[in-house]
């Protein structure tokens, strides 16, 4: 029943709030923010948690202040989520404004494939449009399975509508797809501030123990694409802003995976000056570093 019920609202959110006037779905979305953000559920705490870490000299009131505007920004992406179906490539082009973006036009230009990687930093999904609509640019990403299977298909159906190509997450044929899109010479984007597999490697993300996919790190590899860092934030505008950092660099010598562990950490410590910039707009209401995912702490909270 739960998942039923979910699955039913995400699609009512799909087919009702792109019919709103854009000022009303704004509004609607600030108000499911400070209603979730009163009632202090395990969301709410788990992303002040994190926000503790980023800006740890902060006190328990400016920790308040950042998870009410953290859950704004979180339901802003949804908001603009919903109706990005029904976005015009005008309102798509005036809706971002990235900085830096010649280390991604130049590395596509040359031929060799791009891999994207970005935290949950502002509206990965806009990004996403912008890059399909207002660059002529098409990628491959990966989805999470979720529960029920009816709302996993919904979030495919939704982003290959918007131009994007999704494989699932799970299952072994994930890499082989996005390092053939990469050998043609396509573009990759890849959220990776968080690793959902029991490959990921260990780095140092705000001065403790986190893990981060490998996989953007073993593509760059293999392929010989180019892995660049990319961070999104919000600036009080309808604008959202982003930047394409300078590429990471596969170290001359190593295993594979310590060659992928050193580019995985700076892909971290790019990742984590966008993230204390922004603290407002890192989307984390889960559990990341190894610390919080020790079984002795219990259930999610």
Same mark, same amino acid.
């Given at each position: 029943m739960g998942e039923r019920l979910t699955d039913a609202l995400y699609g009512l959110g799909w087919s009702a709030v792109k019919k709103l006037p854009e000022p009303v779905a704004a509004g609607l979305g600030r108000r499911i923010a400070? %209603?979730?953000?009163?009632?202090?559920? +395990? =969301? #709410?705490?788990?992303?002040?948690?994190?926000? /503790?870490? #980023?800006?740890?000299? /902060?006190?328990? @009131?400016?920790?308040?202040?950042?998870?009410?505007?953290g859950m704004r920004s979180y339901m802003r992406y949804w908001m603009e989520s919903f109706r990005l179906p029904a976005w015009s490539v005008e309102r798509v082009k005036d809706a971002v404004e990235i900085k830096d973006l010649h280390h991604l036009t130049e590395g596509l230009a040359a031929g060799k494939g791009v891999v994207l990687a970005l935290p949950h930093l502002a509206n990965w999904d806009l990004a996403g449009v912008w890059s399909t609509r207002a660059l002529g640019v098409p990628f491959t990403t990966v989805a999470e399975r979720l529960k029920p299977e009816s709302l996993y298909d919904r979030f495919v159906a939704y982003r290959e509508s918007l131009g994007m190509e999704v494989v699932p997450h799970t299952g072994g044929a994930a890499f082989g797809t996005l390092a053939r899109r990469l050998r043609a010479g396509g573009l990759v984007c890849l959220v990776a501030d968080r690793d959902l597999s029991a490959s990921g490697v260990e780095v140092t993300f705000f001065g403790e123990t986190a893990r981060m996919p490998a996989g953007p790190a073993m593509?760059? !590899? !293999? +392929?010989? &694409?180019?892995?660049?860092? /990319? +961070?999104?934030?919000?600036?009080?505008?309808?604008?959202?802003? =982003?930047?394409?950092?300078?590429?990471?660099? #596969?170290?001359? +010598?190593?295993?594979?995976?310590?060659? &992928? %562990?050193?580019? %995985? !950490?700076?892909? @971290?410590?790019?990742?984590? &000056?966008?993230?204390?910039?922004?603290?407002?707009?890192?989307?984390?209401l889960q559990r990341l570093w190894l610390a919080d995912l020790d079984p002795a702490k219990g259930p999610e909270a």
């Open positions: 400070d %209603t979730a953000w009163k009632r202090r559920g +395990t =969301g #709410v705490l788990r992303l002040e948690a994190n926000l /503790a870490r #980023v800006v740890p000299d /902060a006190s328990p @009131a400016r920790l308040a202040e950042l998870s009410k505007a593509l760059a !590899q !293999q +392929t010989g &694409a180019l892995l660049l860092p /990319a +961070t999104l934030w919000y600036d009080g505008t309808s604008v959202m802003k =982003g930047r394409v950092h300078p590429p990471v660099d #596969v170290p001359p +010598t190593g295993t594979r995976r310590e060659k &992928a %562990t050193v580019m %995985t !950490q700076a892909l @971290a410590d790019v990742f984590a &000056a966008g993230i204390a910039d922004h603290p407002e707009d890192w989307h984390m």
